[in-house]
């Protein structure tokens, strides 16, 4: 596991809930009217998705300073669901700026990994890339068209979905789009090897505002490397984090575990070859 990352930086000024709330329009307006795949979850679900990604945050290192945007993942087979969630140090007042399907690790196939639960962040400790659009030996873009963002969220311990042991062992967990002709129409079902598929407009929409791009930013003032990654034309939300959740929305059905509240919310121990 990796060392926990510092929390997401602060902007220079604190923000007023005038300010929060025009973000959160902004960047709902934009969500809906770009993500093509997006869907409105029920009451239940969002509750659902909130409780366990506050017991994730509770029990780990990571802690939330100012509002600031996270990727819940929720990788129940039945699901497949990720959500654009503001969050905030009052544990009530999260909003869903909004959600689509994605798709995580499957089961039964060889070298096919179960995505793992936890929290995942895109840290300045490793510098993620961008697809070059090349296809393999099945004509399958794996990372999506060329120029699609990728992010590395390092080396993970994940289960090996092609085992009835469920052994473990290392994957080096992404999130990425996928092949816009053949696999991202089975974007809502279990089919990559261990990462986060994504729809290409959720990939350019968190993208070109920088929703997972704080510490990147602060970093590509003194290093060219994140400079070069950036979009030239992004507009960096006010409320940028850094930080995916992955919960399992199955196993708390079957399993519920206790949630209890802890007053600072969000830095995180890094619990992940690429595996697409």
Same mark, same amino acid.
């Given at each position: 596991?990796?060392?926990?990352?510092?929390?997401?930086?602060?902007?220079?000024?604190?923000?007023?809930?005038?300010?929060?709330?025009?973000?959160?329009?902004?960047?709902?307006?934009?969500?809906?009217?770009?993500?093509?795949?997006?869907?409105?979850?029920?009451?239940?679900?969002?509750?659902?998705?909130?409780?366990?990604?506050?017991?994730?945050?509770?029990?780990?290192?990571?802690?939330?300073?100012?509002?600031?945007?996270?990727? /819940?993942?929720?990788?129940?087979? $039945?699901?497949? !669901?990720?959500?654009?969630?503001?969050? %905030?140090?009052? +544990? *009530?007042? =999260?909003?869903?700026?909004?959600?689509?399907?994605?798709?995580?690790?499957?089961?039964?196939?060889?070298?096919?990994?179960?995505?793992?639960?936890?929290?995942?962040?895109?840290?300045?400790?490793?510098?993620?890339?961008?697809?070059?659009?090349?296809?393999?030996?099945?004509? /399958?873009?794996?990372?999506?068209? $060329?120029?699609? !963002?990728?992010?590395?969220?390092?080396? %993970?311990?994940? +289960? *090996?979905? =092609?085992?009835?042991?469920?052994?473990?062992?290392?994957?080096?967990?992404?999130?990425?789009?996928?092949?816009?002709?053949?696999?991202?129409?089975?974007?809502?079902?279990?089919?990559?090897?261990?990462?986060?598929?994504?729809?290409?407009?959720?990939?350019?929409?968190?993208?070109?505002?920088?929703?997972?791009?704080?510490?990147?930013?602060?970093?590509?003032?003194?290093?060219?490397?994140?400079?070069?990654?950036?979009?030239?034309?992004?507009?960096?939300?006010?409320?940028?984090?850094?930080?995916?959740?992955?919960?399992?929305?199955?196993?708390?059905?079957?399993?519920?575990?206790?949630?209890?509240?802890?007053?600072?919310?969000?830095?995180?121990?890094?619990?992940?070859?690429?595996?697409?």
């Amino acid at each position: 596991p990796a060392p926990a990352p510092a929390p997401a930086p602060a902007p220079e000024m604190e923000l007023g809930d005038t300010q929060i709330q025009a973000e959160i329009d902004r960047l709902r307006l934009l969500f809906h009217k770009n993500v093509l795949v997006s869907f409105t979850p029920t009451t239940i679900q969002k509750n659902d998705w909130f409780t366990l990604a506050r017991q994730q945050i509770s029990h780990s290192g990571y802690t939330l300073q100012t509002p600031q945007t996270v990727v /819940i993942v929720d990788r129940n087979p $039945k699901v497949q !669901r990720a959500c654009v969630v503001i969050i %905030q140090p009052d +544990e *009530k007042n =999260w909003s869903i700026i909004g959600c689509t399907r994605i798709s995580t690790g499957t089961i039964g196939r060889k070298h096919h990994y179960i995505t793992p639960v936890g929290i995942f962040a895109n840290t300045a400790d490793r510098l993620g890339y961008r697809a070059q659009g090349t296809k393999n030996e099945n004509g /399958i873009m794996g990372n999506g068209i $060329k120029g699609m !963002r990728v992010w590395d969220f390092g080396w %993970q311990v994940a +289960e *090996k979905g =092609w085992l009835a042991s469920r052994e473990q062992g290392p994957i080096r967990l992404e999130m990425h789009a996928t092949d816009p002709v053949f696999l991202e129409r089975q974007l809502g079902h279990m089919a990559s090897a261990g990462c986060i598929r994504i729809p290409a407009s959720l990939n350019i929409f968190i993208d070109q505002n920088g929703l997972l791009d704080a510490e990147y930013e602060r970093k590509a003032q003194t290093d060219k490397r994140f400079r070069a990654l950036l979009r030239p034309d992004r507009t960096p939300s006010i409320l940028a984090g850094t930080t995916v959740i992955v919960v399992d929305s199955a196993a708390a059905a079957t399993k519920p575990a206790p949630y209890t509240a802890s007053p600072n919310l969000v830095s995180t121990k890094i619990s992940s070859s690429p595996i697409h």
